[in-house]
């Protein structure tokens, strides 16, 4: 059974950063994709970041240039670095992961709190 535990949320002044962790069971080199979505207060789940295994990566254009997206094989885990956090950005984030048969996996999310 895969499981994704996302951790990193906290509270955080605007303009500053912040790096969440996805931590997988299981090889995150083995999915297709991983993919950082983030739903705010009565707005629908967005894409924020996603990784494929082949390494290329794409964002949404609202973190183009201040979101990165990574992965470190040997620690199954995967980053979403967050520069120049504002107030929209407040979501709670969660990590999904999509495998070769197009099975999903969600973890249970990270609150982000960006405050002024």
């Known amino acids: 059974q895969v499981q994704l535990v996302e951790s990193g949320g906290v509270s955080v002044q605007l303009g500053g950063s912040l790096r969440l962790s996805c931590a997988a069971s299981g090889s995150t080199f083995s999915f297709y994709a991983i993919t950082w979505y983030r739903q705010a207060p009565g707005k629908e789940r967005e894409l924020v970041a996603r990784i494929f295994s082949t390494g290329a990566t794409n964002y949404a254009d609202s973190v183009k240039g201040r979101f990165t997206i990574s992965r470190d094989n040997a620690k199954n885990t995967v980053y979403l670095q967050m520069n120049g956090l504002k107030a929209e950005d407040k979501a709670v984030y969660y990590c999904?992961?999509?495998?070769?048969?197009?099975?999903?996996?969600w973890g249970q999310g990270t609150q982000v709190t960006v405050s002024s």
């Open positions: 999904n992961a999509r495998d070769l048969l197009a099975n999903n996996y």
